[in-house]
């Protein structure tokens, strides 16, 4: 089994900051790919960033330049940095991760969610 465990989400003001976390435990063999994923009220789950083990990243052009995405290899850890938060960017935040026990036999695991409000 695979455990995530995501901390950090929270109410803040439109400009403010949040930092969110999210540590993976278990039975953790190869990690791939690390990411964060929202859902806001009646909309479709979307990506907000990802990274792979070979430090490759993508983020949904709505955060680009504003979100920060990075993973801690030794702590089996992913983190957002959110600066300049929106109110659009209120939403349920997943952690998402893809890992198994080879390369190319790899399952996808998601966090509880965390709940990110910003005010206006």
């Known amino acids: 089994q695979v455990q995530l465990v995501e901390s950090g989400g929270g109410l803040v003001q439109a400009g403010g900051s949040l930092r969110l976390s999210c540590a993976a435990s278990?039975?953790?063999?190869?990690?791939?790919?690390m990411g964060w994923y929202r859902q806001a009220p009646g909309k479709q789950r979307e990506l907000v960033a990802r990274i792979t083990g070979g430090a490759s990243i993508n983020y949904a052009d709505s955060v680009m330049g504003r979100f920060t995405i990075s993973r801690d290899n030794a702590r089996n850890t992913v983190y957002l940095q959110m600066n300049s938060l929106k109110p659009e960017d209120t939403a349920v935040y997943y952690c998402?991760?893809?890992?198994?026990?080879?390369?190319?036999?790899?399952?996808?695991?998601w966090g509880q969610g965390t709940q990110v409000t910003v005010s206006s």
């Open positions: 278990g039975s953790i063999f190869i990690i791939s790919t």
């Open positions: 998402y991760v893809r890992q198994g026990p080879t390369n190319y036999r790899q399952y996808d695991y």
